[in-house]
C-alpha cells in the first residue's frame, strides 16, 4: 500500500479493521450463533414460514424507515419523530383512499401513495428545516415534532381511527402489505410485498448514500461539519434533506402497513423510532455520524428482529422481554466502546 | 516561596538523556537539560521539535520516558503529574486553562477551597482573603469578584500564572506565554518573570519568538527533531545564529527564488469592518503575488482572511476580478474561485473518520460526478491518487482515515483540496502549523509555484521568517487594523517583529 518510488516513512501498518467494522462483526458473529442455535432448539425457527412471512416481513417496515434513519444519523442527526410521521402518513394514505373512491383503482391507489410519500417529505423536511436553517437541536426539534405530529394524526382522525378503505379499493390496495410473489415460481417459497419492497428502499439508499456527490456530502457532514461547509459543501441543504428522505421512508413504510388492516389508528407506531434508531446503532453508525452506513444498519436490523422473533419461540414471557431487548443493545454498545477504549489506551503508550 | 536548601546559581535540575518515543516515533533521543536557581533558561525549537515533550516529561505526563532526571540535586523518577507539583514544578500551558465562568478569587483557589462551617459549604470570605494574598504577594493587580471571561487576555494568562505558583514552587515552565500577547503586555509579562527569578525561582521558558530572547532569557537550548542542538548563553549567540540551529539549514535553501512579477490586481478588498474584530480593512492583492499577513494570534489576521472568505460575517465590499460579491459564503467564494486553508486543521479541515480521497475530493465532487449526481468510487479514487502523487501525501492508499496520517500529510491533503479546485485566489492561514520541517520546505516551493503560475495567495503565518522570505508585501495588523505595510522578500525579521508588537514607530 505504501510503495513509492522513494523508500517511505516506516509505516508498521498491518490491516486493522475500524471499529465499525468490530462492532458489525460482533453483531453478525451474535446474529449467526442465535440462529445456530435456535436453528438446532427449535423446530419453529428455521422454517420459511417463520423466517419469511413472519420475521422478515415484520423487520421490513422497520427496515426500510432504518434506511431513512441511516442518512440522519450518517449525517450526526437524530429523528425522534419517525413513529408519529408513519401514524400522519398512514392516516393521509387512508384519507387519500377514501376521497379518490370512485377512479379507477390502480390511478386512486398510485395518486393515495403519492400524495402519502409527499407528506411524509414535507414533514421530514420541516423537522430538517427547523435542524439546519434555525439550528435548534436535533433531539429537542423532533421531541417536539414526535408530539405535534401525532396531534396531527388525532385531529385528523378525529379522536382516534379512520374508517375504513373503500370496499372498492380495500382488495387490492391490501395487497401491498399480504401480497405474495412465487419465488422461482414454486408456490411453497414466496416473498412478500414488504420484503420486496424493503430491497427495493435499501438498494435505492445504498445507491445514493454510496455512488452519489449527496451521499459522499452526508458523510463529510457527519464527519467534520464545520470543515464540509469551509470546504464550500452546503452543509444545511445535505442536513435537512436527510431528514425529509427519513420523513419519505415513514411513508413508504406507512403506505405498506396500512394495507394490513385497512384502517389508520392515531395511536399506531408507538415506539417504533426506538426500534429503529436502536437498529441503525447496534449495527455500528455512531451517534455522532460521520461513519457507518446502510450494510450495517442492515445487520443491526436482523439481530434485532431475530431476537425478537425468538423471545416467545424461546418461552420469555412478555414482561421480561423489555429487559432483554434493552440489554442486548446495551452490550453491543459497551462492547464497541470497550474495544475503541482499548485502542485508544494503546495507542497512547 | 524560595526553597530554603537553594542558593542561586545552584543546579536545581539535571536531564540526562531523556528518551521518548511514541509509537515508532522518537519524540526526545537523549535530551540533556538543566536549571539553576534564579535562572531563565530559554528553550526554543520548531514545532515538533520535542519542547512540549520535555516539557511534559517534567511535568510528570509520561511515565514512560528513559533517562534520568535529578531535582535539586535528588534523584527522581517522575510518573504523574500530581507528583511533579508536590515537587514544587510548575507549568503554565500556552492554552488558558482558567474557567471563564468563574471569578478571580475562584480560579486561584480551585481545589483548594476553604470550607465553611456547614460541610460541603465554601467559606467566601476565607476564598478572598487567601486569592487576595496570593495576588499582593505577586503583585498582580487584578480584581477579585471578575468573572475572567471578561478579562483580557493578557490578564487571563497572569490570573494562569498566578494559579499555578503555588506557595512552594521552585521551577516554573512557561510554554509560549508570548504567543498572543502585544507588546506592552509582553513587557509586564517579563516583569513579572524578572520577578519571579529574582526569588530564586528556575524558570523554563518555551518560545519560538526568537527576537525576543536577549531580552529575558539567560541561556538557551535549541532543539531539534528531538535532539540538543546546542547550548548557550544568550550573551554569545546571535538570533540569526539561533534561527540556523533550530532550522538545521540556511534559509535560503528553504526558500526557493522568487520568479514572478505581480499582475493585474484579482481581489480588492475594501473597508472590512466587524465590530470590536477589526475595521476599515482595505487591500489589494494581485495576480501573482503573496501578500503576507503579520500579526500576533488575537491581532485580527484569521478573522480578516475568514471575513473575506465568507466564512464570518463582516460589512465591507470585497470584488473578485472585478465583480463584487455581496453575501459571501464559503460555497459561493469556491465558486468565484477563492480558496482557504483554516489555521485550526483539526476543527475547520480534517473531515474525520473519512477517507483521504474523500478529503482531497470534498471541494471537486460536483466536478467528478456526472449529471445526475453519480459518482462512483473509482472517480474519486483516480482523481485522490493524482493529488496524493503530486502533494507526495504519504502514505499513498486514498483509502486510509484521514486522522491517520501525520500532521504534514493531513496538511498536504488539505492543500490538495483546494489545489484540485485550482483557485485564483488561496488563503493560506498558517500553512506549516504544526508540521515537520521538510513538509515545510515543500509547501514553501508549492506556493511559489502557485505565485508563479499567476494565484494570488494571502499567506498568514506566526513563523515572521515565513512571511519575510515568502511574501512579495507584507501587512501588518495590530489590534484589528493594518498598521503598516512593508516590501518583501528579504525584510528583516526582527524589524517585522517590532512592527506587530508595536514597538518603534510601527
Known amino acids: 500500500m505504501t510503495a513509492g518510488p522513494r523508500p517511505t516513512v516506516p509505516s508498521p501498518r498491518r490491516w486493522r479493521p475500524s471499529f465499525q467494522l468490530i462492532q458489525a462483526g460482533t453483531v453478525l458473529a451474535l446474529l449467526l450463533v442465535l440462529c445456530a442455535v435456535s436453528a438446532v432448539q427449535t423446530k419453529t425457527f428455521l422454517t420459511w414460514q417463520n423466517l419469511v412471512y413472519n420475521l422478515l416481513t415484520n423487520a421490513a417496515y422497520v427496515g426500510i424507515i432504518a434506511c431513512g434513519m441511516t442518512f440522519v444519523m450518517v449525517a450526526g442527526?437524530?429523528?425522534?419523530?419517525?413513529?408519529?410521521?408513519?401514524?400522519?402518513?398512514?392516516?393521509?394514505?387512508?384519507l387519500a383512499l377514501q376521497a379518490l373512491t370512485g377512479q379507477p383503482v390502480w390511478v386512486a391507489i398510485a395518486v393515495a401513495v403519492l400524495v402519502t410519500g409527499a407528506a411524509g417529505t414535507l414533514l421530514g423536511a420541516f423537522n430538517g428545516a427547523c435542524v439546519s436553517y434555525v439550528g435548534v437541536n436535533p433531539f429537542v426539534t423532533t421531541l417536539s415534532t414526535m408530539l405535534v405530529?401525532?396531534?396531527?394524526?388525532?385531529?385528523?382522525?378525529?379522536?382516534?381511527?379512520?374508517?375504513?378503505?373503500?370496499?372498492?379499493?380495500?382488495?387490492?390496495?391490501?395487497?401491498?402489505?399480504?401480497?405474495?410473489?412465487?419465488?422461482?415460481?414454486?408456490?411453497?417459497?414466496?416473498?412478500?410485498?414488504?420484503?420486496?419492497?424493503?430491497?427495493?428502499?435499501f438498494a435505492v439508499s445504498l445507491y445514493v448514500l454510496r455512488l452519489t456527490r449527496f451521499g459522499h456530502y452526508v458523510y463529510a457532514v457527519g464527519g467534520n461539519e464545520n470543515a464540509a461547509?469551509?470546504?464550500?459543501?452546503?452543509?444545511?441543504?445535505?442536513?435537512?434533506?436527510?431528514?425529509?428522505?427519513?420523513?419519505?421512508?415513514c411513508a413508504v413504510a406507512a403506505a405498506i402497513y396500512t394495507g394490513m388492516s385497512n384502517t389508520a389508528q392515531a395511536a399506531s407506531y408507538y415506539g417504533l423510532e426506538l426500534v429503529v434508531i436502536a437498529s441503525v446503532i447496534v449495527g455500528g453508525t455512531p451517534l455522532g455520524g460521520g461513519s457507518g452506513g446502510l450494510l450495517f444498519t442492515l445487520v443491526g436490523l436482523l439481530l434485532l428482529s431475530v431476537i425478537e422473533?425468538?423471545?416467545?419461540?424461546?418461552?420469555?414471557?412478555?414482561?421480561?422481554?423489555n429487559i432483554v431487548r434493552g440489554l442486548i443493545i446495551l452490550v453491543v454498545v459497551a462492547v464497541d466502546v470497550l474495544a475503541r477504549g482499548a485502542r485508544t489506551r494503546a495507542r497512547r503508550t | 516561596m524560595t526553597g530554603a536548601e537553594t542558593q542561586p546559581g545552584d543546579a536545581i535540575l539535571r536531564m540526562e538523556a531523556i528518551v521518548k518515543a511514541f509509537q515508532s516515533v522518537r519524540a526526545l533521543d537523549r535530551v540533556d537539560f538543566d536549571l539553576r536557581a534564579g535562572e531563565i533558561h530559554a528553550l526554543v525549537g520548531e514545532n515538533g521539535a520535542g519542547k512540549s515533550t520535555l516539557m511534559n516529561v517534567l511535568a510528570g505526563r509520561f511515565a514512560d520516558y528513559g533517562g534520568r532526571i535529578a531535582l535539586f540535586g535528588r534523584e527522581v523518577r517522575l510518573t504523574n503529574p500530581r507528583q511533579a507539583l508536590a515537587l514544587g514544578i510548575g507549568v503554565i500551558y500556552q492554552e488558558l486553562s482558567v474557567l471563564g465562568n468563574l471569578t478571580v478569587a475562584e480560579n486561584l483557589l480551585l481545589g483548594h477551597e476553604p470550607a465553611g462551617r456547614l460541610p460541603g459549604t465554601l467559606d467566601r470570605r476565607a476564598l478572598a482573603a487567601r486569592a487576595k494574598a496570593i495576588l499582593d504577594e505577586l503583585e498582580f493587580d487584578l480584581p477579585l469578584e471578575t468573572k475572567v471571561a471578561s478579562l483580557s487576555h493578557a490578564r487571563q494568562c497572569l490570573v494562569e500564572i498566578a494559579h499555578a505558583i503555588r506557595k512552594d514552587v521552585r521551577l516554573l515552565v512557561?510554554?509560549?506565554?508570548?504567543?498572543?500577547?502585544?507588546?506592552?503586555d509582553v513587557g509586564r509579562l517579563f516583569e513579572v518573570i524578572r520577578r519571579l527569578k529574582a526569588r530564586g525561582i528556575g524558570i523554563v521558558y518555551i518560545s519560538h519568538r526568537l527576537a525576543e530572547l536577549p531580552l529575558i532569557a539567560d541561556r538557551v537550548t535549541v532543539l531539534r527533531d528531538g535532539r540538543v542542538v546546542g547550548t548557550r548563553g544568550i550573551a554569545d549567540c546571535k538570533v540569526s545564529a539561533l534561527s540556523h540551529m533550530m532550522l538545521g539549514r540556511e534559509l535560503t535553501e528553504m526558500f526557493p527564488p522568487k520568479r514572478n512579477t505581480p499582475g493585474e490586481v484579482i481581489l480588492k478588498v475594501r473597508g472590512l469592518t466587524r465590530p470590536g474584530v477589526f475595521r476599515d480593512v482595505s487591500f489589494d492583492l494581485r495576480e501573482g503575488e503573496i501578500l503576507g499577513i503579520a500579526g500576533l494570534v488575537g491581532s485580527g489576521r484569521t478573522e480578516i482572511a475568514r471575513a473575506v472568505f465568507g466564512a464570518d460575517r463582516a460589512a465591507g465590499r470585497c470584488e473578485c476580478l472585478g465583480r463584487p460579491m455581496r453575501r459571501r459564503s464559503p460555497g459561493r467564494c469556491m465558486a468565484r474561485g477563492i480558496g482557504m486553508i483554516q489555521e485550526n486543521r483539526k476543527r475547520d479541515g480534517n473531515i474525520t473518520d473519512s477517507s483521504v480521497a474523500l478529503n482531497v475530493g470534498i471541494s471537486v465532487l460536483d466536478r467528478l460526478s456526472n449529471a445526475a449526481g453519480f459518482l462512483g468510487p473509482a472517480r474519486l479514487r483516480q482523481s485522490a491518487a493524482r493529488m496524493i502523487d503530486r502533494m507526495d501525501i504519504r502514505p499513498r492508499d486514498p483509502a486510509r482515515l484521514i486522522q491517520t496520517l501525520s500532521g504534514g500529510n493531513q496538511q498536504k491533503a488539505i492543500l490538495g483540496r483546494w489545489l484540485c479546485r485550482d483557485p485564483k485566489v488561496l488563503i493560506l492561514d498558517e500553512p506549516t502549523q504544526g508540521i515537520d520541517i521538510g513538509t515545510k520546505a515543500q509547501i514553501y516551493r508549492l506556493v511559489m509555484d502557485l505565485a508563479a503560475a499567476g494565484k494570488g495567495i494571502i499567506l498568514i503565518s506566526s513563523e515572521l521568517f515565513e512571511?519575510?522570505?515568502?511574501?512579495?508585501?507584507?501587512?501588518?495588523?495590530?489590534?484589528?487594523?493594518?498598521?503598516?505595510?512593508?516590501?518583501?522578500?528579504?525584510?528583516?525579521?526582527?524589524a517585522l517583529f517590532t512592527a506587530c508588537i508595536g514597538g518603534g514607530n510601527g
Not at chain 1, 401480497?179 to 424493503?198: D, R
Open chain 1, 77 to 94: 442527526g437524530f429523528d425522534l419523530s419517525v413513529g408519529s410521521t408513519t401514524t400522519v402518513c398512514s392516516v393521509v394514505a387512508v
Open chain 1, 149 to 201: 405530529f401525532r396531534g396531527i394524526a388525532l385531529i385528523m382522525t378525529h379522536g382516534g381511527q379512520t374508517e375504513s378503505v373503500p370496499l372498492a379499493l380495500k382488495n387490492t390496495f391490501s395487497q401491498l402489505y399480504w401480497g405474495k410473489v412465487p419465488l422461482l415460481g414454486s408456490e411453497a417459497y414466496q416473498i412478500t410485498v414488504p420484503i420486496l419492497v424493503f430491497v427495493g428502499v
Open chain 1, 229 to 249: 461547509w469551509l470546504a464550500g459543501v452546503n452543509t444545511s441543504l445535505v442536513k435537512a434533506a436527510t431528514y425529509a428522505i427519513c420523513g419519505l421512508t
Open chain 1, 309 to 321: 422473533n425468538l423471545l416467545p419461540q424461546f418461552g420469555v414471557q412478555e414482561e421480561y422481554r
Open chain 2, 174 to 184: 512557561f510554554d509560549e506565554p508570548t504567543a498572543s500577547l502585544g507588546g506592552d
Open chain 2, 467 to 494: 512571511i519575510a522570505n515568502l511574501a512579495d508585501r507584507i501587512l501588518v495588523v495590530r489590534e484589528g487594523r493594518i498598521v503598516r505595510e512593508m516590501p518583501g522578500p528579504g525584510t528583516d525579521v526582527d
